[in-house]
C-alpha cells in the first residue's frame, strides 16, 4: 500500500453547472482533507457540491453543499467535504450559480 499526499483539486474554477472537477482513479481509494471554495470575483455566487459515486449522478442524496453564497472576496473552508473518502471511480462534483465567480482547491491523499 502507497500512500500520496497530493492537491486532488488545483484551483479549478466552477462551471453554472454540476461538473466533476476530482475523480477516483483506478484500484485507489482518496481521501478530503481541505476543501476551499473562494469567490475571487465582484458578483455573489453560490456553490453547490456533491461527492458522486462511481457511476452515478449529482442528487440531493449525495449532496454536501446547497447553495452556499460567497460574497466577492470571500473564502470557505468546507468542513462538510473534510475526512470524505472516495472509492475508485467516486467524484467530487461542484458548480457555482454565476458561471466563473469561485475557484475550488482540494487536497488530501491517495491509497493504492
Known sequence: M???AKRLISGAQLTDSAAPYYTAPAVTTAIVRVTQFSNPSNTPSAVTAWVVPAASTPTVANQYLNQLVLSPGETYTS???SGVVL?????????????GTVVVMASGVEIT
Request: charged letters at 10%.
Open 87 to 99: 472509492q475508485a471511480g467516486d467524484s467530487i462534483q461542484a458548480m457555482a450559480s454565476v458561471n
Open 79 to 81: 468542513p462538510e467535504l
Open 2 to 4: 502507497t500512500v500520496t
